[in-house]
């Protein structure tokens, strides 16, 4: 059976049509922010053509993480506020919500949580580039959301495997599609041209020592994996919480002292993020 399913699904999954193109918004403000001459105002031109990412940008430069005295009404106003670093966070955010949105809800609310940690875990181990580690820890997960957009019937075979067999989900993907979703992830990250430091994070996320050029990165969404599984996970859920590598902590010098750190400051601000994007 499993070489019938294979070979049913696996040249739907290769199909490289079936991966989304980079949203247009995302890259249109990817080109601007690349230009030396870039004004602000053009950035804040191309985000109004979304709707909903300006309402997303305005919810946050007004909730109380940000807690400015004063009401801020026009997005050039936010854009200069938040900055060019994280307004291209909160442009890919949308990208990643339109996508499982559609398929998988619970998908959105796990990389928010995971991006979420791993910028916490980029701040407490003073890695440069921040906005590198949110962004990788929202495309963790993207391979997961396109094989439920493209292969439902896969995917519901997925998950029931995972639930009969008690086996995580890339030995589930491998055992239906002959495919797991970090392949995916790294074919979405060829297709939107995502730099190397991003490519390798969303790809080898379950196997951090695995990474070539940036473990770090690796090692940070693979905590950050393991710690929002943590946040989201009921008590009834918690044997399917991924076990962490030991090699990652190593990699990146963290205690568990650092990790329960983490979790809580981003258990404490999980409830305003999920209302600026209406979750």
């Given at each position: 059976m499993n070489s019938i399913l294979q070979t049913r699904y696996k040249a739907r999954a290769l199909n490289a049509g079936d991966i989304p193109p980079m949203p247009s918004v995302l890259a249109e403000v990817d080109r601007l922010l690349a230009s030396r001459n870039v004004r602000i105002e053009q950035v804040a031109k191309a985000i109004s053509k979304d709707q909903a990412l300006s309402a997303i940008i305005l919810r946050l430069v007004n909730s109380p993480i940000?807690?400015?005295?004063?009401?801020?009404?026009?997005?050039?106003?936010?854009?200069?506020?938040?900055?060019?670093?994280?307004?291209?966070?909160?442009?890919v955010s949308k990208a990643v919500l339109d996508i499982m949105n559609r398929e998988a809800v619970s998908l959105w609310e796990h990389s928010l949580a995971c991006s979420l940690c791993c910028s916490e875990l980029a701040l407490i181990t003073e890695q440069k580039n921040s906005e590198v580690f949110f962004i990788a820890g929202l495309l963790h997960d993207i391979g997961k959301a396109i094989i439920a957009m493209q292969l439902p019937e896969a995917f519901r075979e997925i998950n029931a495997l995972m639930e009969q067999e008690h086996v995580p989900s890339l030995a589930a993907e491998t055992k239906i599609l002959g495919i797991g979703h970090t392949d995916i992830n790294l074919w979405v990250a060829e297709q939107w041209r995502l730099p190397q430091r991003l490519a390798e994070g969303i790809l080898f996320h379950h196997t951090p020592a695995s990474a070539q050029t940036h473990p770090k990165v690796a090692a940070v969404v693979h905590i950050g994996d393991h710690l929002a599984h943590r946040i989201m996970c009921s008590d009834a859920d918690e044997g399917r919480i991924p076990e962490l590598d030991p090699s990652s902590m190593e990699i990146l010098g963290l205690s568990p002292r650092d990790l329960e750190r983490a979790l809580n400051r981003v258990s404490a601000s999980m409830p305003d993020l999920f209302a600026i994007y209406r979750i």
């Open positions: 940000y807690g400015f005295s004063y009401r801020i009404a026009s997005l050039l106003d936010a854009t200069i506020l938040l900055g060019t670093n994280l307004i291209r966070c909160l442009v």
